[in-house]
């Protein structure tokens, strides 16, 4: 699945300057008026049909401007959807034992009071790596 993501009204856009010598051979872009807002377009039209041709389902949202009213429903949204989609295959995605292991590992190194036991262990396993890597 391939989800592509659209900002319709971007903050700025940028002119694509004329080339006098056009050795890209692109010089067709500025003279019909395109930006750089115009190709960021088709950088996702182009790749949402050939995936559609070859049969890989896509989608395309489209987040009406960059601002953070925006942006917070957008990653709501794909909070949301995890959690969903944790549930649907089963896991409880609130429970996640590697995310433990490393918050356990990071308040142990960082000296959080009564993790001192765990920061001592830690430290050891982490200077085996060290010689290991070395």
Known sequence: METFLRLVEPNNDIAIPVDRMNEDGLNYLPEAGHSMGFVNSL???GPAL???EGGV???TID???R???NLGQFYYMMER???LSGYLAGHNPFIQPGVE???RAMF???GKPGWEEDGQAIRKSISKLDKKII
Do not use: G, R, T, W
């Open 101 to 103: 292991a490393y918050k």
């Open 57 to 59: 389902p896509n989608m």
């Open 81 to 83: 959807s995890v959690a």
């Open 50 to 52: 050939a995936h559609f």
């Open 43 to 45: 950088v996702i039209d």
């Open 63 to 65: 987040i009406p401007c």
């Open 67 to 69: 601002n953070p009213f």
């Open 108 to 110: 142990s190194l960082a």
